[in-house]
């Protein structure tokens, strides 16, 4: 047993609000250097969408990830060392830069220089590329919230796995279905990206689990960009260097949440500590693709196990970590919940970013001027949701509905849980079987409630400080913070809320 211990975060969609904050701070900090225009580290989808670059989850098309051939997991990019070696100088599996868009300026001395005369002057939009004057014609996020039409969600690749009454449910004018996918680098514990780089420029950190690039030793073959099936990696045109999110490593280090962590407005984002079994990662993704899910959480070693703990200490994880993995709120929710799912499993890279699926109105449709709210009806309701169980199998359960399913069911269950503790307008003994049912007890109803409504900082982000001698402890103020969200939270000076 190689137990490695690896920062893991888990998004709750259910509470995204698509605000791009987290985007925006990400932006600001990292990616505002020439060459760099184009980077979203940190970008906000709409689904169903075709996401950015465009159509990235079209595999047939990108050929990232991995692929499971016999009793071997091979890159779809480059299957073997002739195609890799071709790839170097032409990879047609390439997102080009049309697939992102072409980053631009404005001529802004035209508004300033023009000419006197009877027309207010513009700027057009020249190519910070080649200083050409170009036709703006795509950019990040422009199918937010559907563009204003349904045209750019319906070219959504995990559509085809809908059928068309499904689809025409999600698609009905006074009832479009969408939900909001952050997405940032999931530092997968088996990256293609890493596997693919024929420079050795890629690599995860040990203590951690952080993917990053060395900058010294990429050469700008790209081969990362054509094997990550996430399209998380981008070309600095500027450089000749690839760069990718690097989990805001020098904040983790001295015990601060990364950016776009600490600006999220809805609170969507929890970070903490796994342990898992190294060993067990080739065999754990060389099963059918509907057990990646659970293959993936049996390779999760409990980390209250005094065997694991042992041998956790003997391969050097320190006692900081591991006390921070037995905190950890990733775990609650992927293994001990298993409300968290990760995005695309079939890809293969076991991604350690995971996403508790969003619940939201779940009926498909009103019923006299209302939603139906009776439990008894809940259950049976999921084949007419909005946002369709096989589309959302489709994200995060590699077409496993079952998952997505349980998953759901115990999310409704809380939601019912305290509702009759505040409103009590339901029969207990049906909210006792919708319990029931959904595998969730009074006390795991609790603290599922807990950590998903009233989590404090410390809740959502269990840190172990990597530099123990650069680390801020965090000192308690018994003074309330001040600040615009009301929340009543305790302040921390040195790290703020």
């Known amino acids: 047993m190689d137990v490695r211990a690896h920062v893991s975060m888990v998004f709750h969609l259910d509470k995204c609000i698509g605000c791009h904050t987290c985007s925006v701070a990400c932006k600001n900090i990292w990616t505002g250097r020439e060459g760099t225009e184009y980077m979203w580290w940190n970008n906000?989808?709409?689904?169903?969408?075709?996401g950015f670059p465009t159509q990235w989850e079209d595999q047939d098309k990108y050929k990232g990830g991995w692929e499971f051939e016999g009793e071997v997991l091979k890159l779809k990019s480059q299957k073997n060392k002739l195609q890799g070696f071709v790839n170097l100088f032409y990879n047609p599996n390439m997102p080009g830069l049309d697939d992102y868009y072409e980053p631009w300026t404005y001529k802004y001395e035209d508004l300033f220089n023009a000419p006197l005369g009877d027309d207010q002057p513009t700027a057009v939009p020249i190519s910070k590329i080649t200083g050409e004057e170009i036709s703006i014609e795509s950019g990040p996020n422009w199918d937010d919230d559907l563009g204003g039409s349904n045209l750019y969600a319906k070219n959504d690749p995990n559509l085809e796995a809908m059928t068309q009454e499904e689809r025409d449910l999600m698609f009905e004018v006074e009832n479009i279905a969408m939900m909001y996918l952050p997405r940032i680098c999931n530092h997968c514990a088996n990256p293609s990206c890493v596997a693919s780089c024929p420079s050795g420029a890629l690599y995860k950190r040990g203590e951690d689990g952080i993917v990053l690039?060395?900058?010294?030793?990429?050469?700008?073959?790209?081969?990362?960009?054509?094997?990550?099936?996430?399209?998380?990696?981008?070309?600095?045109?500027?450089?000749?260097?690839?760069?990718?999110?690097?989990?805001?490593?020098?904040?983790?280090?001295?015990?601060?949440?990364?950016?776009?962590?600490?600006?999220?407005?809805?609170?969507?984002?929890?970070?903490?500590?796994?342990?898992?079994?190294?060993?067990?990662?080739?065999?754990?993704?060389?099963?059918?693709?509907?057990?990646?899910?659970?293959?993936?959480?049996?390779?999760?070693?409990?980390?209250?196990?005094?065997?694991?703990?042992?041998?956790?200490?003997?391969?050097?994880?320190?006692?900081?970590?591991?006390?921070?993995?037995?905190?950890?709120?990733v775990y609650k929710y992927v293994v001990?919940?298993?409300?968290?799912?990760?995005?695309?499993?079939?890809?293969?890279?076991?991604?350690?970013?995971?996403?508790?699926?969003?619940?939201?109105?779940?009926?498909?449709?009103?019923?006299?001027?209302?939603?139906?709210?009776?439990?008894?009806?809940?259950?049976?309701?999921?084949?007419?949701?909005?946002?369709?169980?096989?589309?959302?199998?489709?994200?995060?359960?590699?077409?496993?509905?079952?998952?997505?399913?349980?998953?759901?069911?115990?999310?409704?269950?809380?939601?019912?849980?305290?509702?009759?503790?505040?409103?009590?307008?339901?029969?207990?003994?049906?909210?006792?079987?919708?319990?029931?049912?959904?595998?969730?007890?009074?006390?795991?109803?609790?603290?599922?409630?807990?950590?998903?409504?009233?989590?404090?900082?410390?809740?959502?982000?269990?840190?172990?400080?990597?530099?123990?001698?650069?680390?801020?402890?965090?000192?308690?103020?018994?003074?309330?913070?001040?600040?615009?969200?009301?929340?009543?939270?305790?302040?921390?000076?040195?790290?703020?809320?």
């Open 44 to 50: 906000v989808e709409t689904k169903p969408g075709t």
């Open 213 to 329: 690039i060395n900058q010294d030793k990429c050469r700008g073959w790209r081969a990362c960009i054509a094997a990550c099936p996430y399209k998380k990696i981008y070309y600095n045109w500027k450089t000749g260097k690839s760069e990718k999110c690097i989990l805001c490593y020098p904040r983790l280090e001295t015990g601060q949440a990364p950016a776009c962590f600490h600006s999220c407005v809805g609170r969507i984002r929890y970070m903490g500590v796994l342990l898992y079994d190294a060993d067990r990662i080739p065999d754990a993704m060389k099963v059918p693709e509907h057990s990646l899910v659970e293959s993936q959480r049996s390779i999760i070693l409990n980390p209250h196990d005094p065997k694991v703990v042992e041998a956790a200490k003997r391969n050097g994880i320190s006692d900081e970590f591991i006390d921070a993995a037995q905190n950890s709120p």
């Open 336 to 497: 001990e919940w298993k409300l968290a799912l990760p995005l695309h499993i079939e890809y293969r890279t076991m991604p350690m970013l995971f996403y508790v699926p969003p619940l939201l109105p779940i009926q498909g449709k009103v019923e006299n001027g209302m939603y139906e709210h009776d439990p008894e009806k809940f259950f049976t309701s999921l084949d007419k949701a909005r946002l369709s169980v096989s589309y959302l199998a489709r994200l995060f359960s590699a077409n496993n509905e079952s998952i997505i399913i349980s998953a759901l069911k115990k999310m409704m269950a809380v939601r019912y849980f305290k509702r009759v503790q505040q409103v009590p307008d339901i029969d207990k003994d049906k909210v006792e079987a919708i319990m029931r049912e959904a595998n969730v007890s009074d006390e795991e109803a609790e603290a599922i409630f807990a950590m998903t409504s009233l989590p404090t900082v410390y809740d959502r982000f269990v840190l172990p400080p990597i530099q123990r001698e650069e680390a801020i402890e965090p000192k308690m103020s018994t003074e309330k913070c001040k600040g615009c969200t009301g929340c009543g939270e305790v302040q921390t000076p040195e790290r703020g809320l």
